[in-house]
């Protein structure tokens, strides 16, 4: 039985005049299934030194340059079935460019994707180091390791957290080969992302499930960096970041700590199997007292720590420090330092307490919120050079008035003693 006419799809027909891309453009897959920017099978009809000549979809001669080689193509011989990567449909002479080296590339990325999702160990080797991680080399792609992707075992611990030391450091595993896991990849940007701790997990995940949430723990400082510590407790290696070291601010935690030394934390998260211990939180907020303390109109006393611009930070208790905006300082004043001084003490009202986010505000008690005689009063403002000249006339005439005196003072003197004689 033969197929109704209805059914027979109409084939494009292709005129001398036209070219394979004026067709590609019109006709699309339904002339040709193979497209730029993708992988295709291609036949082996030639290979010479400098390039290689194949068929590709029956339909068109195509040609791979020498520079686009990723291989030996010696071992080629017609008739072979490759993969090739589509580069442009069609030159000046009509054949269709394509590459080996970006089918090798394309297929990589397909296969990194794959162990991506499936979670599987990649191995990488060690090209590069910076203060910032490792540079490293899978499969002709580049990738990166951050130093905080580093396992605890290559992690750089550098007392003082120096950069500079960080990065000679990391120079030494140049050359070296690392299983890692892929943390993040993208194809559009050639962005990839390793992560050697992901791996060391898995190795100390019997560890990990050792601690729980809420635990105290005594460990030993393995490491200090800028950003926190990392402690070593029952086996469990884990960070203590900056945040977590003291309820006051840090700022350099080797003033505070040596490495080996041993210290209680506690456990505030985990994270899969990474640890986050906490320092600070061994003790009871400081702001929960605080709001328990001072409720709304309470009076308090404070130093001045900090003046800005807008406003001036307040310490009224050891770890607690409150804000006085300039606007709550008295009616007209716009610069702080009119009223208050650095260093200096002050009697405050209390606005509010949050110690959700560890803030207070406070508004300084002057003479429109209390009694004249407790309240602060402005400093006396400096006169300018323009007011001092506009008194100079004035100065001066009181001046010639007094040397007048002084000379008629005299002469009444004279006078009083001969009418005495």
């Known amino acids: 039985m033969q197929a109704s006419p209805k059914n027979i799809k109409e084939e494009p027909k292709v005129t001398n005049g036209e070219s394979m891309a004026a067709l590609v453009e019109e006709y699309g897959d339904k002339l040709v299934p193979f497209k730029a ?16 000549i194949v068929d590709v979809a029956g339909l068109a001669i195509g040609v791979i340059p020498e520079r686009e080689y990723s291989f030996d193509t010696n071992e080629l011989k017609p008739g072979d079935k490759v993969s090739a990567y589509v580069l442009a449909t069609e030159n000046v002479d009509g054949n269709v460019i394509l590459s080996f080296k970006r089918a090798d590339r394309e297929g990589l990325w397909d296969n990194l994707t794959e162990k991506f999702e499936k979670g599987e160990i990649v191995p990488v080797k060690v090209i590069g180091a910076n203060r910032g991680g490792l540079l490293v080399e899978c499969g002709g792609l580049d990738g990166f390791i951050p130093v905080s ?31 890692t896991k892929i943390l993040s990849l993208d194809k559009q940007t050639d962005k990839l992302i390793f992560s050697e701790k992901m791996l060391q997990g898995l190795l100390q995940e019997t ?31 884990g960070l203590v970041h900056i945040s977590e070291i003291s309820w006051d601010k840090v700022v350099s935690i080797d003033t505070l700590y040596q490495v080996g030394q041993h210290i209680k934390v506690k456990v505030v998260q985990i994270d899969g199997n990474r640890v986050s211990f906490s320092i600070k939180r061994l003790q009871s907020d400081p702001w929960m007292k605080a709001y328990e ?7 308090v006393e404070g130093e001045v720590t900090r003046i800005t611009a807008f406003g001036a930070f307040v310490k009224i208790t050891e770890h607690v420090a409150g804000l006085c905006h300039v606007s709550q300082m008295g009616e007209g004043i716009q610069n702080v330092t009119d009223v208050l001084t650095l260093g200096q003490k002050y009697k405050f009202k209390v606005l509010n307490v949050e110690p959700a986010t560890h803030r207070c505000s406070l508004q300084l008690i002057t003479s429109e919120t209390a009694g004249a005689d407790a309240a602060v009063k402005p400093k006396p403002k400096k006169a300018t050079a323009p007011a001092e000249t506009a008194e100079a006339k004035p100065k001066a005439e009181d001046d010639t008035e007094a040397k007048v005196v002084e000379k008629t003072e005299p002469k009444k003197k004279t006078a009083k003693t001969t009418s005495e004689k």
Not at 156 to 164: A, D, K, L, Q
Not at 293 to 299: D, N
């Open 37 to 52: 920017g993708e992988t295709t099978e291609v036949v082996i009809l030639e290979v010479t030194p400098r390039k290689v």
């Open 207 to 237: 560890a990990v499930e050792q601690v729980k949430l809420g635990d105290t723990l005594e460990g030993t400082i393995t490491g200090i960096v800028q950003f926190g510590l990392f402690v070593n407790a029952d086996g469990v290696e």
């Open 293 to 299: 303390e001072f409720k709304p109109g309470s009076e």
């Open 149 to 179: 992707q580093l396992s605890p075992e290559h992690y750089p611990r550098v007392e003082g957290g120096s950069g500079t030391e960080i990065a000679r450091r990391l120079q030494g595993f140049i050359g070296q080969a690392l299983k």
